[in-house]
């Protein structure tokens, strides 16, 4: 890991992987930042097959605020985000998305409250990127608030956060385990050795939804899939949860089976269907997990 720059602020990480159809609208936002701070962005290539890594080397060509780097021995999103934060020279870390949009004033409301907080978390508007019918899948939550696990702890959503070097270098960084959910992991943790999550209403993330009825199912049943699995996780570390398992959505698909009719409608019901389908699959992961722990 390379020693931190003490001229230089922050460092902005953009884990990529196939992004080469998006990241240059979140590179051409972050170029257009303005702060009275210093501040760099890394973008890590995690095995792209695309010619995102072509894209992001036209930008660090022509600005040297910006960098390139490489995360080649695993496709692994908490992989390439501990290879950036690795490569990273600023004293605090910035995480977005290579699909994702920064507001205007990303950088300075993120960087300025660093100045007196050590992890911050932004607003996710989901108007500006996503079609209406894929907006109401989810509710508007995530514009006005930090993530909330399950009513027990506020969470930072990995594509717009930000926390002091010094709180990695203490507590480690994201879990590589896990294929989702290791913002939240990461953000139980911090809670749990009494860091507390700052809101900053104008760190605004412009956050984008999939936008077919396959990706919105996928994206939501593995979302789901790991909340068992990290449910199991927080309780043995003494935090107390409730059941992430519902039958109040099962009803709910079985009564409003006719809203695939219409496009909106499908898109609400197949989001809800995924998150159901992926909660079954994590609390079966846990039981076998269970089992082969008391049959060794």
């Known amino acids: 890991m390379p020693e931190s720059d003490p001229e230089l602020d922050l460092t902005v990480v953009v884990p990529a992987h196939d992004a080469a159809a998006t990241i240059a609208e979140q590179l051409d936002a972050l170029a257009e930042q303005e702060w009275s701070g210093s501040f760099e962005v890394v973008v890590v290539d995690n095995r792209s097959s695309d010619a995102t890594a072509g894209v992001v080397a036209e930008y660090a060509a022509r600005d040297p605020r910006f960098r390139l780097v490489s995360a080649p021995e695993r496709n692994s999103i908490g992989y390439a985000r501990n290879t950036g934060i690795a490569a990273a020279r600023g004293r605090s870390i910035a995480m977005c998305d290579s699909d994702d949009v920064v507001g205007p004033g990303w950088v300075a409301a993120i960087g300025d409250a660093l100045a007196s907080h050590a992890f911050v978390t932004g607003p996710l508007d989901v108007h500006r990127l996503n079609p209406p019918e894929v907006v109401e899948t989810r509710g508007l939550a995530i514009e006005h608030g930090p993530g909330s696990f399950l009513d027990a702890f506020p969470f930072a959503h990995s594509c717009n956060l930000a926390f002091h070097r010094a709180l990695v270098d203490t507590h480690g960084g994201f879990d590589e385990s896990l294929v989702n959910g290791s913002d939240v992991e990461l953000s139980h943790r911090f809670w749990r050795n009494g860091v507390e999550l700052t809101y900053v209403p104008d760190a605004v993330v412009a956050y984008r939804y999939r936008a077919t009825t396959r990706g919105l199912y996928r994206q939501a049943r593995n979302y789901a899939r790991v909340k068992p699995v990290l449910v199991a996780r ?46 079954v699959q994590g609390m079966w992961r846990v039981r076998r997990a269970r089992r082969r722990g008391r049959g060794s």
């Open 234 to 279: 927080f309780r043995s570390e003494g935090t107390a949860l409730p059941s992430p398992f519902s039958w109040r959505r099962w009803v709910w698909l079985a009564r409003n089976v006719l809203l695939v009719r219409t496009a909106a409608g499908r898109a609400r019901w197949v989001w809800v269907l995924g998150g159901c389908v992926g909660e």
